[in-house]
């Protein structure tokens, strides 16, 4: 899992096609970070703080790209679609109890 403490407090979530972990920083609209192939969550690291200070809740997740922390399930689909398809199962853990939603910003590397 990402190591820097600079993207937030570490959580988990379970999916489809296992667990996930992610970083958790700021209150507001929410900002799903999502990087390439062979690297985590900490390519963010000197991004989410300055997003969250300005008023963004940052969620940095490892998605299973080759160097996250928990294994994925018997058969997940790791193509583009299905990494595609992890990003829109992770949607749901958006809502924010202040509303039923908002808006979502997806920023990719």
Same mark, same amino acid.
């Given at each position: !899992?990402?190591?820097? $403490? %600079?993207?937030? &407090? @570490? +959580?988990?979530?379970?999916?489809?096609?296992?667990?996930?972990?992610?970083?958790? /920083? $700021?209150?507001? @609209?929410?900002?799903?970070?999502?990087?390439?192939?062979?690297?985590?969550? *900490? /390519? #963010?690291?000197?991004?989410?703080?300055?997003?969250?200070?300005?008023?963004? +809740?940052?969620?940095?997740?490892? #998605?299973? /790209? $080759?160097?996250?922390?928990?294994?994925? $399930? @018997?058969?997940?689909?790791? %193509?583009? =679609?299905?990494?595609?398809? !992890?990003?829109? *199962?992770? +949607?749901? &853990?958006?809502?924010? =109890? !202040?509303?039923? #939603? #908002? @808006?979502?910003?997806?920023?990719? &590397?």
């Amino acid at each position: !899992m990402a190591r820097s $403490g %600079s993207l937030g &407090h @570490p +959580r988990t979530v379970r999916l489809p096609h296992g667990v996930i972990g992610y970083r958790e /920083l $700021g209150q507001g @609209p929410a900002v799903v970070f999502v990087h390439g192939l062979l690297v985590n969550a *900490d /390519l #963010w690291r000197n991004v989410v703080p300055v997003v969250a200070a300005a008023g963004y +809740r940052c969620l940095a997740p490892d #998605w299973p /790209l $080759g160097s996250h922390a928990y294994p994925t $399930g @018997p058969g997940a689909d790791l %193509s583009p =679609p299905g990494i595609a398809g !992890m990003i829109e *199962d992770f +949607r749901p &853990h958006l809502i924010c =109890p !202040m509303s039923r #939603w #908002w @808006p979502t910003t997806l920023v990719g &590397h």
